[in-house]
């Protein structure tokens, strides 16, 4: 498989570049040249696999030979055999037609370990056989820092460096990080918000002149291809286990940077039989003003009960967006380089297709905290916030026909306790893993929201390349 940029300014790269690269050259964004289909009968036969040996179907056709059959399998199985639920992404019913994927399993606690995990073991192999280290730099919101330190802090290959915003991440969230001690993991805290994060690693990305020369960086941010790839393992095993692929499914996603729900939409065009995709968003709704009203501009960041998605601009929608251009990488650039400045747009034949595709709903934090006590009082069943805004989006958002509507969960409510206390319920405890969280030694240093500060942090932190 060959992988393209969403700008169309650079070569045809392998599944091996695309990995250690994470950002494209032009500044766009890795998609598979072209992407695999699979007949219905095909993904029906794999009903009775494990979720490993049905994550090696989904994935194998966008690894191709760059890793071989045998370690990726490896690879795979030592990424779930860390999960603390032997069903790896058990489905739960709450009704007829309604159910939530819990994808709050991993070490972690967020979905996010799904991709990480196995991320964190490709980097390692692939660095390993080349005989190559790079430096991880990344951004997070809150729930991707912590699983790429969870993911990547046994490679002896890599150096990560995580940004987080000050303050604005939960207690649980930056222990998380904090208390991870080895000596290649290095916290930020950055004086600003997860945009400004995003900003100063993209823009070191752009210009890596400051690292010593034979250092490069790698991304394990939600644009880095095989996170993706890795995401929509779960849509398939979904659906499987609800109707053995005989018939349709629909799914509501907590979107932030849109990084999960383009995982289920790449699989709907795979073949799997996906009805409806909700996107749910929190009161940062620039994704459900375009969906709904075709008004793609962004507003001022608000701080809300759901912080992984208090995201001003989602940074994999472009990679949907190349395929509404008809993946003309011009018109796309062009687009780009208009949303920086006030409001757009797209033709309304664009926009149908959208609303062919997509339904969304924004969903304020009143309305989570009431749907996290509804669903406490009926089902005893604690939600964190994100899962809550994907329920109540669902729910709002159902077509009326027969197929299941299954949330994703993207988080345990440990992690988000706030919140839960702010719907009147008692935050969980955490789980014995993380037992003695609270009284772990953090280790993190803060910084300003600026490109030199970060640069001259790393420079003078580097362990591996300046050997
Ligand atoms: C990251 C995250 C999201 C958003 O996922 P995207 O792929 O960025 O859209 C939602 N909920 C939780 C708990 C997350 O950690």
């Known amino acids: 498989m060959k992988y393209q940029s969403t700008r169309n300014g650079c070569p045809e790269q392998s599944f091996e570049q695309v990995l250690l690269e994470g950002l494209a050259p032009d500044g766009g964004l890795f998609v598979p040249v072209s992407l695999p289909s699979f007949e219905i009968e095909e993904i029906q036969s794999w009903a009775d696999l494990s979720y490993q040996d049905l994550a090696l179907k989904v994935i194998t056709p966008f690894v191709g030979s760059d890793i071989p059959a045998p370690e990726l399998r490896t690879i795979i199985y ?3 055999d860390g999960f603390y639920h032997s069903d790896v992404a058990p489905l739960i019913m709450l009704d ?59 490679s002896d ?20 990080m904090t208390t991870v001690h080895g000596e290649n993991v290095f916290n930020l805290a950055v004086e600003g918000n997860f945009d400004d994060c995003q900003r100063l690693v993209k823009a070191a990305f752009n210009d890596q002149s400051f690292l010593p020369t034979q250092c490069r960086l790698a991304a394990v941010n939600s644009i880095n291809w095989a996170r993706i ?26 979107t932030g940077n849109f990084g999960d729900v383009y995982a289920g939409y790449l699989a709907k065009k795979m073949g799997l039989p996906i009805d409806q995709l909700v996107v749910a968003t929190n009161s940062n709704d620039i994704l459900h003003r375009f969906i709904s009203k075709n008004d793609y501009s962004a507003s001022k960041l ?8 208090d995201i001003l601009v989602s940074s994999n929608f472009e990679r949907y967006l190349f395929d509404l251009f008809d993946r003309d990488g011009d018109v796309l650039s062009d687009f780009m380089q208009r949303s920086l400045s006030g409001k757009l747009s797209v033709s309304e034949r664009q926009w149908q297709t959208v609303r062919a595709m997509f339904s969304s709903a924004s969903v304020t934090d009143d309305q989570t905290c009431r749907v996290i006590s509804e669903i406490f009082k009926r089902h005893e069943m604690l939600l964190d916030p994100h899962t809550a805004i994907g329920l109540d989006a669902g729910r709002r958002c159902h077509n009326g026909s027969n197929s299941p509507m299954v949330t994703l969960a993207t988080a345990h409510p440990v992690k988000f306790g706030e919140a839960v206390e ?25 910084l300003p929201n600026d490109l030199y500060a970060v640069q001259d942090f790393v420079v003078q932190n580097l362990r591996l390349c300046s050997k």
């Open 422 to 446: 702010a719907a009147g319920q008692k935050a969980p405890d955490l789980p014995g893993h993380l037992g003695n969280l609270l009284e772990r030694e953090e280790r993190y240093q803060t």
């Open 302 to 309: 608000k701080k809300t009960f759901s912080p992984s998605m």
């Open 157 to 176: 290959q890599v150096d990560i460096f995580i940004l987080h915003p000050l303050n604005r991440v939960s207690e649980v969230q930056r222990r998380q």
């Open 229 to 254: 790839m890795m995401q929509m393992v779960y849509y398939f095993s979904s659906v499987l286990k609800l109707t053995r692929g005989k018939s349709k499914v629909s799914f509501s996603v907590p």
């Open 96 to 154: 007829e037609n309604e159910y939530v994927l819990e994808l709050f399993h991993g070490p972690t606690l967020a979905f996010k370990d799904f991709a990480l995990q196995v991320l964190g073991r490709l980097l390692d192999y692939v660095l390993k056989k080349n005989g190559q280290r790079v430096a991880i730099l990344g951004a997070t919101s809150g729930d991707t820092g912590s699983a790429a330190i969870e993911g990547c802090r046994h």
């Open 78 to 80: 030592d990424s779930y």
